[in-house]
C-alpha cells in the first residue's frame, strides 16, 4: 500500500488518475499508467535451436553493431572522434542509431548520475533483443574518482549486465575501437547473452534500481 | 499485358536483380560520401549485413495494425512502380507489366508508400514521427507538382502516357533523348528528383541529429528490415523511372546498370557539397526554381 502511494506521489500531471468527459458528454475514469503503458513481464528470448543458423546470424550481428547515440558522462566525448577520419568505426560495422528501438549496443560512457540511471533504463529497456552494453570507464567499474559522491553510483552491474569493460579514465578512442573488437569476439562466440540474463534476474535489478531511484514515476518494465 | 507463369517467374527474377542492385548502389554511394569525407567507410556489402541482422533480431513490439500495415504499405509502393516500369527497351522479359497509362498509375504509387508509412508512423505515437511525417508529406506535395508538370510537358511531347512509348520515341541517338528535346522538363524533373530520393539538401524528413530519424523512429527488426528493403528497391525504380523518361532508355543490363548509378550519383553529388535546407527553405526553394522550370517546359511545348 505504501508502494502504490509513494508511486502516485511522484506521477506526472497527466499520468494521474482522472475524470475525463468525453465528446458524447459521458464521464469516464482514466488510468495512464493502466490504460497507456503495457505491464506484462518480459519473457527470456531463446537463440535458435539449429547451431549453424544461430552463428550465421551472430556473425551477422557482430558485423552490424548499431549503437545509441545516448552519451552519459564525461566519457560521451570520446565517442564523436570514432565517426571522424581518424578512427573511422564505420569500417568495423559499427553505426550510430538515434532510437534505441533500432540500437543494438549501448555503450554507458563514464559516471552515471541517479537521474541519468533513470533514463538509461528506460532506454535499455525500448531496446531489442539481444543487446549489449559496452560500460567506458572507471567510473562504471566501481565509481572511480566519483566513488563518494552523494549522487552518483558506482557498480554499474548492480544495475544492468555488463558485456565489456573498457577501463580508463577517460579511456581514448582506440580503447573504445578495442572493446567493440572484443565485444565482436563475444558476440560470434555466443557469449553476448546478457539480455536474457537481465530478464532472468528482473527482480533483483529492479530491486536495486528502485532503492536507488527514489522519484520512480514510470511503469516497471517500460516496452 | 499478358500474366503467364514465366512472364511472373521473369518479374519476380527482375525485383530480385533490382533489390541486390539498390543494395550494392546504397553500398557504394556510402562509400563514396565517405570517401568525400577523408574516411574510409563502410564494406560495400554492409547494406546486406544490417539487412540479415535486422531480420534476425529476436523480439518485436507492436502498437497496433497500422503500425504493422505502415512497412507494408511501404513496400508495396516501391514494388507497384517496379511492376510497371519497362526495365530493358524491347525486351520482352524485362518490360514487367507496362502498359499504356503505367505513368500516372506510378505517379500514384510514389504517393502511396508514402501515405501508408504516415499512417503507420502515426500509430507509433512518437512526437519526432509526426514531425517527420508532416515534414515529408509537405514536401513530398511541393516535390510533385514540378514533377506533374514535366510529365504532362512530355505528354504532350510525345502524345502519349505509355514509359514504353516515350522510351521508344527517343531511340537514335543522344540527340533524340528528351534531355535534349526538352531540356526544361529534364530540369524541373531532375531537381524534383533530389526531393524524391532524399538526400542532403532535402533530407530534413530523417534527419537523424535532429529529430531522431524522423517517420521510423519506432520501427525497429523486421519492420525496418522491410523498411530497407523497400528503400533499396525504391532507389533504382526512381532512378530506372527517370532513365526511362529523359535519358533514352537501357538496352541491356550494363546500360541500365551505368545510367541508374549516375542518376543516383547526381543526388548523392548534390547531398555532399550542399548542406541540409529547413522545411520552409526547402518548400520555397521547390516552389521557386523547379517550379518555375516546369512552366517554362509546359509553355514552350504548347
Known amino acids: 500500500m505504501k508502494e502504490t502511494e509513494n508511486k502516485d506521489k511522484f506521477l506526472h500531471e497527466e499520468n494521474k488518475k482522472r475524470e475525463v468527459t468525453a465528446p458524447d458528454g459521458s464521464i469516464i475514469q482514466i488510468d495512464p499508467m493502466q490504460d497507456y503503458f503495457c505491464d506484462a513481464r518480459p519473457q527470456v528470448q531463446e537463440p535458435y535451436k539449429i547451431k549453424i543458423v544461430e552463428k550465421f546470424l551472430n556473425w551477422a550481428r557482430s558485423e552490424s553493431i548499431w549503437i545509441l547515440g545516448f552519451g552519459t558522462g564525461c566519457g560521451s566525448i570520446e565517442i564523436p572522434p570514432l565517426v571522424t577520419p581518424r578512427f573511422d568505426m564505420f569500417r568495423y560495422g559499427v553505426q550510430m542509431r538515434p532510437t534505441p528501438r533500432q540500437s543494438n549496443a549501448f555503450i554507458i560512457s563514464g559516471y552515471l548520475s541517479v537521474k541519468t540511471l533513470k533514463r538509461v533504463i528506460r532506454s535499455y529497456e525500448q531496446m531489442q533483443s539481444p543487446k549489449y552494453v559496452l560500460a567506458l570507464g572507471s567510473c562504471t567499474i566501481n565509481g572511480g574518482m566519483y566513488w563518494d559522491s552523494y549522487n552518483t553510483i558506482n557498480r554499474l552491474d548492480q544495475y544492468m549486465p555488463v558485456d565489456v569493460y573498457i577501463a580508463g579514465c577517460m579511456p581514448r578512442p582506440e580503447a573504445l575501437l578495442a572493446g567493440f573488437m572484443k565485444l565482436k569476439e563475444l558476440i560470434k562466440a555466443g557469449k553476448a547473452e546478457k539480455a536474457n540474463e537481465y530478464i532472468e534476474n528482473l527482480d533483483w535489478y529492479k530491486a536495486n534500481q528502485k532503492k536507488i531511484i527514489k522519484d520512480w514515476n514510470m511503469p516497471d518494465y517500460n516496452w | ?302
Open chain 2, 1 to 302: 499485358m499478358e500474366f503467364t507463369v514465366s512472364k511472373i517467374l521473369w518479374t519476380l527474377l527482375g525485383l530480385f536483380i533490382v533489390l541486390n542492385w539498390g543494395l550494392i548502389m546504397g553500398g557504394t554511394m556510402r562509400k563514396i560520401v565517405a570517401r568525400v569525407g577523408k574516411r574510409y567507410g563502410i564494406p560495400i556489402y554492409q547494406p546486406y549485413i544490417d539487412l540479415i541482422k535486422n531480420y534476425s533480431i529476436r523480439s518485436q513490439i507492436t502498437h497496433g495494425v497500422m503500425f504493422y500495415l505502415g512497412p507494408v504499405f511501404r513496400l508495396s509502393g516501391g514494388v507497384g512502380i517496379f511492376l510497371f516500369l519497362p526495365l530493358i527497351i524491347g525486351s520482352n522479359h524485362w518490360s514487367n507489366f507496362s502498359f499504356s497509362g503505367d505513368l500516372v498509375l506510378i505517379l500514384y504509387f510514389q504517393f502511396f508508400g508514402m501515405l501508408g508509412m504516415a499512417l503507420g508512423a502515426g500509430e507509433g505515437g512518437h512526437p519526432y514521427s509526426v514531425i517527420g511525417v508532416s515534414r515529408g508529406l509537405s514536401q513530398f506535395t511541393t516535390m510533385e507538382i514540378p514533377l506533374t508538370l514535366a510529365v504532362i510537358s512530355m505528354a504532350v511531347q510525345y502524345h502519349t502516357l505509355s514509359i514504353a512509348d516515350i522510351v521508344a520515341a527517343q531511340q537514335g541517338g543522344i540527340m533524340h533523348w528528351t534531355m535534349v528535346t526538352n531540356p526544361f522538363a529534364t530540369a524541373a524533373a531532375m531537381l524534383s528528383l533530389l526531393g524524391a530520393l532524399g538526400h542532403s539538401p532535402f533530407n530534413l524528413v530523417k534527419a537523424p541529429n535532429e529529430i531522431p530519424i524522423g517517420p521510423p523512429t519506432e520501427y525497429h527488426s523486421t519492420f525496418l528490415g522491410v523498411l530497407r528493403t523497400n528503400a533499396a528497391i525504391l532507389h533504382v525504380v526512381e532512378a530506372a523511372l527517370f532513365m526511362n523518361l529523359f535519358f533514352g532508355g537501357a538496352e541491356n543490363w550494363g546500360i541500365f546498370i551505368l545510367k541508374t548509378f549516375l542518376i543516383y550519383f547526381w543526388s548523392v553529388f548534390v547531398g555532399v557539397v550542399f548542406p541540409r535546407f529547413r522545411i520552409e527553405q526547402s518548400i520555397r526553394w521547390f516552389v521557386k526554381i523547379p517550379l518555375v522550370l516546369g512552366i517554362i517546359a509546359i509553355i514552350v511545348i504548347l
